[in-house]
């Protein structure tokens, strides 16, 4: 392998490349672009094209895409070809200023929940400018952001883009506020710490479970599972590190920053952490993070699994969204500062942080819903689905201080009064300690814990930055209109501290009695399910926040809620037909096989010691022959509730939330206690000792 510098971003159209390639004029004209927001024009936009085309048929790509974000979760690419005819049947390599800037994918097969009729197939996908391209399989792929020709999102990236914008306008009227003028952009930065299972691929491949779905439907709980929490700081095996090596160098060839890769609690469990960076980019490089492993994976014999619980009673997987805003000035706006003024806008920015999770509770608990994701919030090490927000006895003791106007009891005792007292020093070693916040104050960012393994880091950034600009708006509006900064400042801050604090918890997330308190004491949110928090998105005050910063429509909206919900209905349906196939094709034949074997065994023996029935026998045939008859009826039962899902996809949701995963539940009780019963060499899948501990 070459040098880590020189391998890093070597598949990048990046900065270093735009700079030593395109003319100067070309080049500030696409830094104003990328800097600024500024249109680019056609002009420039061949001269980048060219430039482009010439580097990837360098380092020998054939074809472009415009690589985009769909409703679908995953990424989508149509790939052209370069090549274009010249005279005397030659070829020329070719790449226009406008094939850069927009395509036109066939759309017809995204869903748009509505919002572009099929017979209007035409979408289109435009340049974002501000994420770099890059070579990936021989094929330039270019960032692009994706919209129906009324101008409506149907991606990810588009919202995403809106939320920054409308961060950056009101965060920039605060720190007007504040007298910094040379401040021109503020951006909101993410470092998603990425959990996955590895598991050996000859193993994946015999059950449907995992090839369907992502996760295993049955499977009894086995002797060892992850109680002793040996794995977390157990050594890497070779496996596993060289599949690690190989994932670290794939990826730092694109530009990403792969920084830790470490094991985690749960047995075959592990994290890769990159460094932070701007939020749509940070995006970007997880979906082709997630898209890597499983092709890495592959090479290694393995399977990458990144669902949120692939294993029932083993910890689940999630994204780590560390989020901070910081300005183009190099200021962390999430970090205490030095000066009295610092420290009252750190104050004011952290403030509105604590708002707009106490007022946006149903938005961020939206923005991570999905059917996989409601096995993990809640249950082993997952932050529960009440959101709260951690923040450390120190920094909690300030605040309160301020609220009530009395002294700090910190390692100072004396009243604080914003704008002109330094803030008590606390300590950030002790802001990190709580791993069951769902929201953390980490020291100078958020550590938003929620988010699902498989999802796009997307929507819940888009509601983050949505709900801290509200926050921001609301405060500029108050402050600029003020006789007496200060003390309008000092009486704004207390005021929101009073309002919000009962979104603080410093306690332990994952007890009942929490959670008993923040829904019957603090009136905090519990939404357990998809369809439960997908209900807040259609609340007045939810949509009108939305519309007013541009980040979405009333119908975008609308076609969203319709597409979250039909996925979640789909993947429930999905899974309760693998589990019907497994149970009547391989578990119920393999039981009937096991019996006859007994039986006639049993027949053999008889006949052999006539005067010593053997009573074991007669047993273990019995408890089978019941549990072969309970897994019929639970197999038909759950036949019949699949059957009778209908109505509308908002009904549809809430009859599965109710019917359908019960019955699955109640069928893979009874499989998982039949499988402990019987001889392994008829049980027809690998089991969960078999997955978990076979790498
Ligand atoms: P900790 O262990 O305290 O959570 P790490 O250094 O391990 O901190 O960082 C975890 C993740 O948080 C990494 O992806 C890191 O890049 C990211 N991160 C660190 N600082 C910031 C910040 N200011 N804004 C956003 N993400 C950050
Ligand atoms: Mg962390």
């Given at each position: 392998m070459s040098s880590v510098p020189e391998l890093f971003g070597s598949m990048v159209f990046d900065d270093k490349v735009m700079r030593a390639r395109l003319s100067a004029e070309v080049y500030d004209s696409l830094r104003d672009t990328i800097r600024k927001g500024k249109k680019l024009d056609l002009s420039v936009a061949n001269a980048v094209a060219d430039a482009m085309c010439a580097w990837a048929v360098e380092n020998g790509a054939t074809h472009f895409t415009h690589w985009f974000q769909p409703l679908t979760g995953i990424t989508a690419e149509k790939h052209d070809g370069f090549i274009s005819p010249a005279p005397d049947s030659h070829v020329l390599m070719k790449f226009s200023g406008r094939a850069l800037i927009q395509g036109e994918p066939?759309?017809?097969?995204?869903?748009?929940g509505g919002l572009r009729a099929t017979f209007e197939a035409r979408g289109y996908t435009a340049w974002d400018p501000t994420s770099y391209a890059f070579i990936k399989e021989k094929t330039l792929c270019i960032p692009t952001a994706f919209c129906s020709y009324?101008?409506?999102?149907?991606?990810?990236k588009t919202p995403l883009l809106r939320s920054m914008e409308a961060l950056n306008s009101q965060a920039l009227r605060i720190l007007r506020l504040f007298?910094?003028?040379?401040?021109q952009r503020v951006v909101p930065n993410v470092g998603p710490e990425q959990e996955y299972f590895l598991i050996d691929r000859e193993m994946y491949l015999k059950r449907k479970d995992l090839i369907y779905?992502?996760?295993?439907l049955f499977g009894a709980k086995p002797?060892?599972?992850?109680?002793?929490?040996?794995?977390?700081?157990g050594a890497i095996k070779p496996r596993v590190k060289a599949f690690m090596e190989d994932l670290d160098e794939e990826l730092w060839k694109l530009?990403?920053?792969?920084k830790t890769e470490h094991n985690e609690v749960a047995p075959c469990q592990h994290e890769l952490a990159p460094i932070f960076t701007v939020t749509n980019v940070a995006a970007d490089h997880n979906q082709l993070t997630m898209e890597i492993m499983k092709k890495v994976a592959r090479r290694h014999g393995l399977v990458c699994l990144l669902h949120e619980?692939?294993?029932?009673?083993v910890n689940g997987s999630g994204k780590h969204n560390n989020w901070s805003m910081s300005t183009d000035?190099?200021?962390?706006?999430?970090s205490p500062g030095e000066t009295p003024y610092e420290n009252a806008q750190f104050l004011l920015f952290l403030v509105a942080v604590i708002k707009a999770v106490d007022e946006y509770q149903g938005l961020l608990r939206l923005g991570v819903a999905s059917a996989g994701n409601d096995h993990r919030?809640?249950?082993?090490?997952a932050p529960p689905a009440v959101i709260s927000v951690f923040l450390g006895d120190e920094l909690s003791a300030v605040l309160e201080a301020i609220e009530t106007d009395?002294?700090?009891?910190?390692t100072e005792k004396r009243r604080l009064r914003l704008g002109t007292d330094v803030l008590p020093r606390f300590n950030?070693?002790?802001?990190?300690?709580?791993?069951?916040?769902?929201?953390?104050?980490?020291g100078n960012k958020f550590e938003f814990?929620?988010?699902?393994?498989?999802?796009?880091i997307s929507c819940a950034n888009i509601m983050i930055n949505a709900a801290v600009a509200e926050a921001l708006r609301q405060f500029a509006d108050r402050l600029e209109g003020a006789e007496d900064f200060d003390a309008a400042l000092h009486e704004l801050i207390r005021e929101n501290i009073a309002a919000h604090k009962r979104i603080i918890f410093n306690g332990n997330g994952y007890d009942d009695a929490w959670i008993k308190e923040a829904t019957e004491?603090?009136?905090?949110?519990?939404?357990?399910?998809t369809p439960d928090a997908l209900?807040?998105?259609?609340h007045p005050e939810n949509i009108g926040m939305l519309v007013r910063h541009g980040i979405f429509s009333e119908a975008e909206i609308r076609s969203r809620y319709e597409i979250t919900l039909e996925n979640y209905v789909r993947t429930v349906r999905i899974e309760a037909l693998t589990m019907l196939d497994m149970a009547r094709r391989e578990i119920l034949p393999a039981l009937r096989r096991y019996r006859g074997e007994l039986a006639s065994s049993y027949g053999a023996a008889k006949q052999l010691?006539?005067?010593?029935?053997?009573r074991s026998d007669v047993k273990l045939i019995t408890r089978l022959t019941s549990l072969i008859d309970a897994i019929d009826e639970s197999t038909e039962a759950l036949a019949s509730f699949v059957a009778a899902i209908g109505g509308d996809v908002s009904e549809e949701a809430f009859f599965i939330r109710d019917k359908v995963l019960d019955a699955m539940a109640a069928l893979r009780k009874v499989c998982d206690e039949a499988e402990t019963i019987t001889a392994a060499e008829y049980w027809p899948f690998p089991t969960y000792g078999d997955l978990l501990f076979g790498v």
């Open positions: 066939d759309a017809s097969s995204f869903p748009s009324g101008g409506e999102a149907l991606d990810k007298g910094n003028a040379d401040v779905t992502g996760r295993t002797p060892k599972g992850q109680e002793l929490e040996d794995h977390y700081f530009g990403v920053y792969a619980k692939p294993f029932a009673g000035t190099g200021l962390n706006l999430l919030l809640g249950a082993n090490e009395s002294p700090y009891t910190g950030r070693d002790t802001t990190d300690r709580n791993r069951t916040s769902p929201f953390a104050f980490t814990r929620m988010v699902g393994s498989s999802d796009s004491v603090r009136g905090l949110l519990n939404l357990r399910t209900q807040m998105v259609l010691v006539p005067v010593l029935p053997c």
